[in-house]
């Protein structure tokens, strides 16, 4: 991605609102910093890292009410 700077030239663009977006976005896990190759877009999460998300989602969710018939569903609604 590009440096803050450079975009942060062009008109209508403020420094700050660019700050706190490459901000936001390394939060969010979408991007990283690293010294001498500047900003990337992260690599998304394997399955097994994310597995164990999923399952303390799953649970909560059984725990809460949801049945798992409603859990498996919403799983697999976005899966490619």
Avoid: F, W
Avoid at 53 to 75: M, P, T
């Amino acid at each position: 991605m590009p440096p803050v700077r450079p975009l942060a030239d062009n008109p209508g663009a403020n420094r700050n609102t660019v700050v706190k977006a490459y901000a936001t976005l390394r939060e969010m896990g979408m991007i990283e910093t690293r010294s001498a190759s500047g900003t990337l877009i992260a690599t998304p999460p394997t399955a097994v890292q994310q597995a164990p998300a999923l399952r303390d989602a799953a649970l909560a969710a059984l725990h809460g009410g949801i049945s798992q018939e409603q859990v498996r569903d919403a799983a697999y609604a976005n899966a490619p």
